[in-house]
C-alpha cells in the first residue's frame, strides 16, 4: 500500500509506462480518503465552506486546496493511462470515461482487468 502511494507520486508526470491493479487502486482509495478528511478539518477550522471567501485567509486556503487538487488530479491522470498501458490499451481509452454512466462503468470495468503487460514494457 504504501510502496503503491509511493510509485504514484514518484511517477505523477509519467504517461508511458505501466501501472499494476494496486499501484492504481490504492492511492485512488488514499487520496480519496484523505482528500475528504482533509476539506472536513479545514471546513470545520475555517467555520465555513471552502468555497465561501471573507477574507485574505479564506482565498489563499482557497488557492492552496484548488492546486493541490490539479496536482493530485494530474498524478491521477496519469496512473489511469499507465493502467490502461498495463491492460494492453491506448491512454486514449481514457476518454471512454466522458460517455455518462455506460463510459463510467465500462472504465470501472478496464481498471480491474488483470494485467497484459506486452507492448508497455
Excluded: A, C
Excluded at 510502496?3 to 499501484?23: C, G, L, M, Q, V
Amino acid at each position: 500500500m504504501i510502496n503503491s502511494y509511493k510509485k504514484f507520486w514518484d511517477n505523477i508526470f509519467n504517461f508511458s509506462s505501466t501501472s499494476s491493479r494496486s499501484d492504481y487502486w490504492w492511492p485512488v482509495i488514499i487520496n480519496y480518503i484523505l482528500g475528504g478528511l482533509l476539506i472536513g478539518i479545514i471546513q470545520k477550522l475555517m467555520g465555513h465552506s471552502i468555497e465561501d471567501i471573507y477574507t485574505i485567509s479564506d482565498l489563499t486556503t482557497n488557492t492552496l486546496v484548488r492546486l493541490v487538487t490539479i496536482i493530485v488530479w494530474i498524478g491521477t491522470l496519469s496512473v489511469k493511462v499507465r493502467r490502461l498501458h498495463d491492460t494492453d490499451r491506448s491512454g486514449w481509452w481514457i476518454l471512454i470515461d466522458l460517455i455518462p454512466l455506460i463510459g463510467t462503468i465500462w472504465f470501472f470495468i478496464l481498471m480491474i482487468l488483470p494485467s497484459k503487460r506486452s507492448r508497455w514494457n
